[in-house]
């Protein structure tokens, strides 16, 4: 995960790049289950804007999430 914030337009700029977890492919149930990518990443946004703020006692203007990539679960092996 990498994190950079800036004072921006009077309070700050949150930019976070990070790997969201995802359920396996084999798990089609857990698959089916989930929340859109894009969706989590919106509730991740507003999320941390009201923590961060609460926090920082600042003005949050923007959270930017970039997704690089998935975390996903370790298949464990049948001996």
């Known amino acids: 995960?990498?994190?950079d914030i800036?004072?921006?337009?009077?309070g700050l700029n949150v930019r976070i790049?990070?790997?969201?977890?995802?359920?396996?492919l084999e798990q089609?149930?857990?698959i089916r289950a989930e929340t859109p990518i894009l969706e989590r990443v919106r509730t991740m946004q507003v999320a941390l804007a009201h923590e961060?703020?609460?926090l920082t006692?600042?003005?949050i203007r923007r959270v930017s999430?970039?997704?690089t990539g998935a975390i996903i679960p370790e298949r464990k092996r049948v001996r």
């Open 1 to 3: 995960m990498n994190v």
């Open 28 to 30: 089609s149930e857990a």
């Open 52 to 54: 961060l703020a609460r």
């Open 57 to 59: 006692g600042r003005d």
């Open 6 to 10: 800036a004072e921006w337009g009077g």
């Open 65 to 67: 999430v970039t997704v």
């Open 17 to 24: 790049a990070t790997k969201l977890p995802i359920p396996g």
